[in-house]
């Protein structure tokens, strides 16, 4: 909603019982559609004010011209359905409700930020941001956003140290958090905690740690789609054990200059 800059989700299917008004919202609002060339010049959508959506879909459910098409994968004609509905579970669109719409969609809770960051529409953020500044703030709450209301937490499979399994993960959970939990499923210690690197992309390559992979920011989030993570300490990724990065012994961070100060201070026999 542009008028508090809220995001809300709407679950057409969920709004009502009765499967003909159920019909009418599935159909009709609270969703995005894409469809053919072959529909739009058969069946084009009709120049009305109301329940154009409905109606578009409407006739192309009852029409005779496509009741069959053809499967490439097994070269014959066969009846399928012409009209198919996603639910959407990742966040692959968001609507602007503005304070004239005529559509009276309400959203059955309100979904937090963090969430909304771990979305798919996220991966647009400078589209996604313009939605949240091309219109004044005008008010605190939403009269068709629903409560303030987590989504639950989801298993993340999660590699690390030849082991797996799995975490509950938060919705948009960044990978720092995803650190924090495994480390308490592992009990690590903090200064562990600290060497730890989350991969969307497997970093091994034949046994063997692929620099070429980039491991995850610390505030990077863990899209909803990303079912396995991979969680590597700085031995694993060759950042520990190196000449470079051992501490230097006592004696050899003694410069030449500190040494010929200590023999000319020493007393003379």
Same mark, same amino acid.
């Given at each position: 909603?542009?008028?508090?800059?809220?995001?809300?989700?709407?679950? +057409?299917?969920?709004?009502?019982?009765?499967?003909?008004?159920?019909?009418?919202?599935?159909?009709?609002?609270?969703?995005?559609?894409?469809?053919?060339?072959?529909?739009?010049?058969?069946?084009?959508?009709?120049?009305?004010? &109301?329940?154009?959506?409905?109606?578009?879909?409407?006739?192309?459910?009852?029409?005779?011209?496509?009741?069959?098409?053809?499967? +490439?994968?097994?070269?014959?004609?066969?009846?399928?359905?012409?009209?198919?509905?996603?639910?959407?579970?990742?966040?692959?669109?968001?609507?602007?409700?503005?304070?004239?719409?005529?559509?009276?969609?309400?959203?059955?809770?309100?979904? +937090? &930020?963090?969430?909304?960051?771990?979305?798919?529409?996220?991966? &647009?953020?400078?589209?996604?941001?313009?939605?949240?500044?091309?219109?004044?703030?005008?008010?605190?709450?939403? +009269?068709?956003?629903?409560?303030?209301?987590?989504?639950?937490?989801?298993?993340?499979?999660?590699?690390?140290?030849?082991?797996?399994?799995?975490?509950?993960?938060?919705?948009?959970?960044?990978?720092?958090?995803?650190?924090?939990?495994?480390?308490?499923?592992?009990?690590?210690?903090?200064?562990?905690?600290?060497?730890?690197?989350?991969?969307?992309?497997?970093?091994?390559?034949?046994?063997?740690?692929?620099?070429?992979?980039?491991?995850?920011?610390?505030?990077?989030?863990?899209?909803?789609?990303?079912?396995?993570?991979?969680?590597?300490?700085?031995?694993?990724?060759?950042?520990?054990?190196?000449?470079?990065?051992?501490?230097?012994?006592?004696?050899?961070?003694?410069?030449?200059?500190?040494?010929?100060?200590?023999?000319?201070?020493?007393?003379?026999?």
């Amino acid at each position: 909603d542009v008028g508090c800059q809220k995001v809300g989700f709407v679950d +057409p299917q969920a709004m009502c019982e009765d499967p003909r008004e159920k019909e009418n919202w599935l159909y009709g609002y609270g969703f995005s559609y894409v469809y053919t060339r072959k529909v739009a010049l058969t069946h084009p959508y009709p120049d009305q004010n &109301m329940r154009e959506d409905y109606d578009f879909f409407a006739t192309i459910r009852n029409s005779e011209h496509l009741q069959v098409y053809q499967d +490439p994968l097994q070269s014959m004609t066969i009846g399928g359905p012409r009209i198919a509905l996603h639910y959407d579970d990742y966040g692959i669109c968001v609507h602007t409700l503005h304070p004239r719409s005529t559509s009276h969609s309400w959203a059955k809770r309100e979904v +937090p &930020m963090d969430e909304v960051l771990g979305l798919d529409i996220a991966e &647009m953020a400078p589209v996604l941001e313009s939605y949240f500044t091309r219109f004044p703030r005008t008010t605190e709450s939403s +009269p068709y956003i629903g409560k303030f209301e987590r989504r639950a937490d989801r298993p993340l499979e999660i590699s690390i140290e030849r082991r797996r399994f799995a975490i509950p993960c938060p919705a948009g959970a960044t990978a720092q958090q995803v650190i924090a939990i495994v480390g308490s499923r592992i009990s690590a210690l903090s200064s562990y905690e600290k060497q730890l690197a989350v991969f969307k992309d497997n970093p091994w390559e034949n046994g063997k740690f692929n620099p070429q992979v980039s491991c995850l920011a610390s505030g990077d989030r863990i899209g909803l789609r990303t079912q396995l993570v991979w969680v590597l300490n700085e031995t694993e990724r060759g950042l520990k054990g190196k000449p470079e990065d051992e501490e230097p012994e006592e004696e050899s961070a003694r410069s030449d200059s500190d040494r010929e100060g200590e023999e000319a201070a020493a007393p003379k026999a």
